[in-house]
């Protein structure tokens, strides 16, 4: 599904990630975890082509991400709140990301009901605007908004960091429940390795921008991410 | 899709937590344009009869053809200044489904309704249908009226490319500098008269379409440069090789001896000279100081007792651009990082001093660099003397009085493509009507007793403001302290 290969960004002296070859194949949920700075954002953003390789490319279902667009209608995608357009609320954000996706009312509809339970009566028909929202609920539009128009691969990088607990279960239910309905690719970032390895069957470590382990079996991913982080 | 985005950008603005401050200052915007492309129209309609004034005896075509290359000289350089680059929020559409080229073409389209695009229109239009389809006929007229319609536009997607690229490097202001040397400075040094070299191809237009052909195929590629240019570099990150830090450990001693406001003063420098934005600010202050070199030199202006009114004008301008520029935007430079002044003790009443010290500063430095001036005669070092008091003693005030009206959050950090919100026309209007108040000084002195009465007027209110400069800063300061939950919550607010 997604291929990375001799992918490289440097900043000046800096290389902040490297990665020689990297595959995520289709209805995998991969995990991304390291410690600040270890580039997990910035391969988003490149995987996005958000921000420029300084060599190397990635390629979606076989096409160069920097070449071509097509890849963006099956790619959902929340980094940060500059993805959203704040000067909204959340319901004409939907209605707008309706219109570019080209979903009809009843689609909307049916998407909005999945996430009845995670947004809480707290987002929807209200009168508020999404750059006054908290910093929870922003993070609840942005999934969902993520979801929407029937994506391949779904890219949410620290989709649990500020949500409340009660929250943060409701979305792993719902990330599982996508995961097994629409076959969805899931990339997920994470600090918090206890989600992450439930809901993941796959987890990569990155360190300085270099993947130092990649953890396919379920049994022992716990351990070895515990081991790494305490050191 | 193309009124989506239309219609986002209406929302934005609409929403936007300073409106009213926006819309009031497009509502002038409006009325300005409008009132100068009527000028500019009437202009046109009596364009025939102002060539037969001016060149007695000579052919008005003739005369108008090898004036035209100077018409588009002065073009390029207004274009330069107050053309404004097309802003989206391209990280909240980028991860769409919307396609980069699409969103290019709508900026492109919205940047190309602009009054700018209609000067040669309305100023050309009238003299082509009275004199030159009476001589040349309809093919004619529309060969050289296309020509230099083609011309115009073609400098309008060439600014396009060019402020970008070259925005806030040394470079673009050389081009710009040789472009003025290399129009008027060689006509006026007698090297060569370049109106005289280029005039034939306009003679040329009327009789053949060539020109047209050629100014129409310059028009599309430099609408290509742009749009390739624009298409290639929509990313999030900046396109340069990100600046060496070569602004690393400045700042000035001097500022040291105010304490804590001295070193937020410092920080403010550092703000300036570490942000394109801002340093365009400072870039256009030095290249403003060479701004008198078109007044003073004038013979219009010259009088043989006294001082034009209009010197008081640009003495204003020459010594204050910097505090009228920068101090538009007072507190959004740190709208990113307010709560930190907030949170400090006298944090937020440092700042203003700080921005005070730093704006005096400036403003003296280029009352010192504007020296020179003398040359052109004693009185303008006086005037320039007057004006400079006249802006750190009251203008400075009423400057960031005025700024302080729901300030607008500014992100600086974004990068800089697309993100070109700096210069523009507006920051160059809104001076109009801060000017009344060096000539509400002036005037009634010049008039009722004489000129250097005006200007002893000005230097003394602004010595006066000086005086009571602690009693007029703090009417600002308290102005911030009791607006600040508001102000802060909006810097907050704006993504």
Redesign the interface.
Known sequence: MIQLSQLKKQ??EAIVLDIPELEISKGECFGLVGNNGAGKTTLF?II?????ATSGQVTINGVDVKKD?SW??L?G?YLD????????TAD?YFE??R???GLSEADLKSHLEKFTELFNDEVLGKKK????LSKGNLKKVGIAAALM?NPEVVMLDEPFENLDPSSQIRLKKLILREKEQSKITFLISSHDLNHVTEICDRIVLLEKGKVIRDLREKSEMMSKLEAYFTG | ?FF?LLR?QA??SF??TSFAKSALATGFMIFIALLLLSYVFFAGLFLGRIIELIAEGRDALDFLNSGLIYFFLVEFMYRYFIQKLPVV?L??L???????KRIIQILMLRSFISPLNLIALLLFLPFGIQDIQEQYGTLGFISWFGTLLFFSWTLHWFMLWFKQRFEDSIIGLLVVFATLILGGGATFMGWYNIGELIAPMFAMALTSLIPLVVFFLLCVVAFILAFRYYVQNA???DLS??EDVRFVNQSFGFFSRFGVAGELANLEWKLIVRHKKSRTYLMLSAFFLLYGLIFYTNPQYQRVEGIHPIFIFVGVFITGIFMIQYGQQFLSWNSGNFDFFLSKKAGVESLVKGKYLLFLSISLVCFLASVPYAYFGFEILMVHLATFLFNIGIMVHVIIYLALWKPKPMDLNKGAMFNYEGVGAAQFLIIIPLMAGPYLVYLPFSLLIGDYAGLIALGISGMIGLLAFKPLSQLNIQKVLSNRYEISSSFR???
């Open positions: 900043y000046k953003r996005l082509d958000l921000v420029r667009e963006k209608s790619v995608a709140e500059h993805m959203l357009l704040a000067y909204l004409e707008t990301l219109k570019i996706y605007y999404i750059r006054d128009g | 899709m989506t986002l929302l934005k929403r936007s929020e990280e909240s980028l991860h769409l489904p919307i396609g980069k990313y999030l990150e090789d990100e607010q704006e993504l």
